[in-house]
């Protein structure tokens, strides 16, 4: 219940206006959040490679409504693509399609896509797509068919809490597509996803397993495997450890992806235990319904969320 609630919030502007504007907000979001500019989320990756970690950074934003809005969005990502080339640091890109248009026209959306892959494919680089809301997967998946055929700098999130996932997997596979798989975060009806933790947890295991059955060291596109393992749950982790392990899985056919500032202790050990991970950074300004969604990942911090809404 308390999830669904932050989920809930995570949606509302009022709530939005007033956390953005309160400085106790912000530094909680400091630990989930790489700054509000390039400049400082660039400094970040420099750090995370430096210790080893891959990174994929994220310019945040979703739900634009306005083609200028998804048009400024674009002209980020390209910047960062080319900032990202021209620095020390090394990194691709994670994008949610709302943010480039999506709920405007499709066909809009899938043009500044195509600006961004190919601005990726220029300088060696790669783009994944946020998987978003369960109303948005057909289109997400309609718009990486249509970018992914002619180029294979971009790859896609799959849900284990969809219950469509197990069809699109198989789609994806046999398309040879780069899959980050994940449980979901947003909240969704019983009518399209599991509601058990346990059954999602199952499904991911299962679909998990499909996946690193499949992976080969050959289809890397940009040193970015075709697999990528994205939980903080230590079961989850141990399981695609003890299944890679078992089936001679090569290391470089997957990797672990987490997000900044989350189980760092479990980044380093895996790390160090020879594994590779992929930290996914996010920056910008609007951070706020990114922020909430961790909040509901961990309701534990709520209480600093309340802290921060009655005084600065």
């Given amino acids: 219940m308390l999830r669904r609630s932050l989920l809930f919030l995570s949606e509302r502007e009022g709530l939005k206006n007033l956390l953005l504007k309160t400085r106790r907000a912000r530094s909680l979001a400091a630990r989930f959040v790489a700054g509000e500019d390039l400049d400082t989320a660039l400094s970040v990756v420099k750090g995370l490679n430096d210790s080893g970690f891959r990174v994929t950074l994220d310019y945040l934003g979703e739900s634009v409504s306005r083609p200028e809005e998804a048009a400024s969005a674009t002209d980020a990502y390209i910047e960062s693509l080319s900032r990202i ?24 959306c899938t043009s500044h896509l195509e600006r961004i892959v190919t601005a990726a494919d220029a300088c060696g680089s790669f783009v994944r797509i946020d998987m978003e809301g369960s109303n948005h997967t057909a289109a997400i998946l309609e718009v990486f068919g249509r970018v992914s055929a002619s180029s294979r700098a971009v790859g896609i999130v799959i849900q284990s809490y969809l219950f469509r996932s197990e069809e699109d997997i198989s789609n994806l596979i046999a398309r040879r597509a780069a899959i980050r798989l994940c449980k979901g975060a947003y909240s969704e009806p019983a009518s399209v996803a599991y509601q058990r933790r346990e059954d999602v947890d199952a499904n991911y295991v299962h679909l998990s397993r499909r996946l690193l059955s499949e992976a080969t060291a050959t289809e890397m596109v940009a040193g970015v495997p075709p697999v990528a393992i994205a939980t903080h749950d230590d079961a989850m982790i141990e399981q695609a450890r003890s299944f890679a392990d078992a089936h001679a899985v090569p290391a470089e056919a997957f990797e672990f992806q987490m997000l900044y500032g989350v189980r760092r202790d479990v980044q380093a050990q895996l790390v160090n235990s020879g594994y590779n991970v992929r930290v996914y950074v996010p920056y910008g300004t609007e951070w706020y319904a990114y922020f909430m969604r961790r909040m509901a990942e961990r309701p534990a911090n709520l209480l600093f969320v309340a802290r921060a809404a009655v005084g600065d």
């Fill in 85 to 108: 080339d021209a620095s020390e640091a090394s990194s691709t890109i994670s994008l949610k399609l709302t943010q480039l248009g999506l709920d405007i026209d499709l066909d809009l």
